[in-house]
C-alpha cells in the first residue's frame, strides 16, 4: 500500500511558478514510476508528466514541455512538479500518482495509487 500527499498548489498570477510536491509512504518508492495529472472543472483528467523509478526517463504532455519539470528524491520518498511560465489553463487540480514497475505512463488507468490532489490557480 502507498500513501501519497500533494502539496505546493495555490493562487498564482500567469507567468508565475510552483513547484508542487508529492510525498509517499513505504519503503520501496523507487519501485514506483510516478506521475502528475490534472482535471479542471467539467474536463477528464489528464496526464501532465511522468518519471520512471530511477528517474533517468521523463514524459511530458506536449502542454508542459519546456515549462514544467518532473523529478523525484528517492531518499526522501518524493516526487516533484516545478510548474513555470503558467497560463490561466493551467487551473487545475494536481494529482500525483504511483504506478508498481518502475516504467513511466501516461494512461491513468495503469496507476495503483492516487493523491488527493492540491489545487492550482492561474490567474490572468
Known amino acids: 500500500q502507498v500513501q501519497l500527499v500533494e502539496s505546493g498548489g495555490g493562487l498564482v498570477q500567469a507567468g508565475g511558478s510552483l513547484r508542487l510536491s508529492c510525498a509517499a509512504s513505504g519503503r520501496t518508492f523507487s519501485s514506483y514510476a510516478m506521475g502528475w495529472f490534472r482535471q479542471a472543472p467539467g474536463k477528464e483528467r489528464e496526464f501532465v508528466a511522468a518519471i520512471s523509478g530511477n528517474g533517468r526517463m521523463t514524459y511530458y504532455a506536449n502542454s508542459a514541455k519546456g515549462r514544467f519539470t518532473i523529478s523525484r528524491d528517492n531518499a526522501l520518498n518524493t516526487v516533484y512538479l516545478q510548474m513555470n511560465s503558467l497560463k490561466p489553463e493551467d487551473t487545475a487540480v494536481y494529482y500525483c500518482?504511483?504506478?508498481?514497475?518502475?516504467?513511466?505512463?501516461?494512461?491513468?488507468?495503469?496507476?495503483?495509487?492516487w493523491g488527493q490532489g492540491t489545487q492550482v490557480t492561474v490567474s490572468s
Open positions: 500518482a504511483a504506478e508498481f514497475g518502475g516504467v513511466p505512463n501516461t494512461n491513468p488507468y495503469e496507476y495503483e495509487y
